[in-house]
């Protein structure tokens, strides 16, 4: 199956810093999102960014398919950002299988 | 407000006892999921859903049954053979009937310790 690999796998940055977070896959993959699981467990839908740049507010994304990556940047970090980021996708090849990295975890300090 | 509903958020069960996780989404999403996280770990598909009456198994499914009686509607039974199942179940849903397009929703989860 496509491997993935996210970037950095741990990142503490102090509030107000600005981050970037890498998710390489190794083939061709549809549907390509972000999501930030915050501590009391929930998944929150960032980006749905199959190719291109998308901004919200503090965070952007941008998937590169043809080099098979994407990166989210966190800009001027709070302690709220804090928890953990998955890229996940849906391979080309038809799976039904939504496959998750295994995640970036950030913690923002004050 | 449109979503997904997961209840119990917190649940504790008796080893030897089934229990069924409620997953209900007003979307009108065809598709739906189930996952499993355990801690520090990434996100497992036991089953999922893409039409009414229609249902396929997952990486994870043994120990595990659903039904999909209801569009809106997803639940998930943990039996006793189960032999792990203490962990943080996730339900997902997306709309259209391609399987491999569209963008996944989730619920905010629920947790499940065997005692």
Same mark, same amino acid.
């Given at each position: 199956?496509?491997?993935?690999?996210?970037?950095?796998p &741990?990142l503490?940055?102090?509030?107000? %810093?600005?981050?970037?977070l890498?998710?390489n896959?190794? &083939? /061709?993959?549809?549907?390509?999102?972000?999501?930030?699981?915050?501590?009391?467990g929930?998944?929150?839908?960032?980006? +749905?960014?199959?190719?291109?740049?998308? @901004?919200?507010?503090?965070l952007? %994304?941008?998937?590169v %398919?043809?080099?098979? +990556?994407?990166?989210?940047?966190?800009? /001027?970090? @709070?302690?709220? &950002?804090?928890?953990? +980021?998955?890229?996940?996708f849906?391979?080309r %090849?038809? /799976?039904? @299988?939504l496959?998750?990295?295994?995640?970036?975890k950030?913690?923002?300090?004050? | 407000?449109g979503g997904?509903t997961? $209840?119990?958020k917190?649940?504790?069960r008796?080893?030897?006892?089934?229990? !069924?996780? $409620?997953?209900?989404?007003?979307?009108?999403?065809?598709?739906?999921y189930?996952y =499993?996280?355990d801690?520090?770990q990434?996100l =497992?598909?036991?089953?999922? *859903?893409?039409?009414?009456n229609d249902?396929q198994k997952?990486?994870?499914?043994e120990?595990?049954?659903v *039904?999909r009686?209801?569009?809106? $509607?997803?639940p998930?039974t943990?039996?006793?053979?189960?032999?792990?199942? !203490?962990a943080?179940?996730?339900?997902? *849903?997306?709309?259209g009937?391609?399987?491999n !397009?569209?963008e996944?929703?989730?619920?905010?989860?629920? =947790?499940?310790?065997?005692?």
């Open positions: 199956g496509i491997q993935v690999e996210q970037s950095p &741990d503490i940055l102090q509030e107000g %810093a600005n981050s970037t890498r998710c896959f190794s &083939d /061709s993959v549809n549907n390509l999102q972000w999501f930030h699981q915050n501590p009391w929930q998944l929150i839908n960032l980006f +749905y960014i199959p190719s291109g740049t998308k @901004q919200n507010g503090r952007s %994304a941008t998937t %398919a043809t080099e098979r +990556y994407s990166l989210l940047y966190i800009s /001027s970090s @709070q302690t709220t &950002d804090s928890g953990v +980021y998955f890229c996940a849906f391979p %090849a038809g /799976s039904y @299988q496959t998750f990295g295994k995640g970036t950030l913690s923002v300090i004050p | 407000d997904i997961q $209840s119990p917190y649940l504790f008796k080893e030897g006892q089934n229990v !069924t996780l $409620s997953c209900e989404q007003n979307l009108n999403h065809d598709a739906m189930w =499993r996280q801690p520090g990434g =497992r598909l036991i089953y999922y *859903s893409q039409i009414v249902f997952g990486d994870i499914a120990g595990y049954s *039904s009686e209801k569009k809106e $509607s997803f998930l943990v039996t006793s053979a189960q032999k792990n199942p !203490t943080f179940y996730l339900c997902a *849903s997306k709309a009937l391609a399987r !397009t569209g996944l929703f989730f619920g905010e989860g629920s =947790r499940l310790t065997v005692l």
